[in-house]
């Protein structure tokens, strides 16, 4: 009998993350290892909301050059990582108008920076994939209807946010 992989709760997958990533960096470890242990971190929700926490929103350039090898395993991994990415084009889009709107510039642009890298990946994962859910999540930006709208309540986006975050979702098929 063979026992499951361990899932890492959020807290370890961050931390993980964050290993990783200097070990990238500093050429510790190639493209292919990295994408094999982030494609197993990512296989759980936990997992997959950690690294996204940590390589979106980070310094590290792994999410603005995405290794192919990278970008195979995330596309393997499916419908979780496109759910988190596109989850998180929606809040990375609506914290920049927020940040915006209170004139925190710098706060604005890294939420801009998460956006962009989140638009980037969904374009480089399963397109079906990436068209179902983005279209579940549009359909609540802009008609407040959908299995989405309790995520948008939850955050208490307004109608402006809303608005962009519709205009993110279709800047990725752009």
């Known amino acids: 009998m063979t026992t499951p992989p361990l899932e890492p709760t959020f807290q370890q997958a961050m931390e993980i993350t964050a290993q990783w990533l200097a070990l990238w960096e500093n050429g510790?470890?190639?493209?292919?290892?990295?994408?094999?242990?982030?494609?197993?971190?990512?296989?759980?929700?936990d997992g997959g909301r950690g690294f996204f926490v940590v390589s979106l929103v980070g310094d590290c350039p792994l999410m603005d050059r995405l290794p192919e090898s990278l970008v195979l395993q995330l596309r393997a991994v499916g419908d979780g990582v496109v759910d988190l990415t596109a989850r998180n084009l929606a809040m990375s889009t609506a914290m920049a108008l927020q940040h915006g709107r209170s004139g925190d510039a710098q706060q604005r642009a890294g939420s801009e920076r998460v956006r962009g890298?989140?638009?980037?990946?969904?374009?480089?994962?399963?397109?079906?994939?990436?068209?179902?859910?983005?279209?579940t999540l549009l359909q609540a930006a802009r008609d407040g209807a959908g299995d989405d709208v309790a995520f948008l309540e939850r955050w208490g986006y307004d109608a402006d946010q809303r608005q962009a975050i519709a205009a993110a979702i279709e800047a990725v098929a752009e």
């Open 28 to 45: 510790e470890l190639s493209d292919e290892v990295l994408a094999d242990r982030v494609g197993e971190l990512v296989a759980s929700r």
């Open 117 to 135: 890298r989140c638009t980037e990946l969904l374009r480089l994962l399963e397109p079906m994939a990436v068209k179902q859910r983005l279209e």
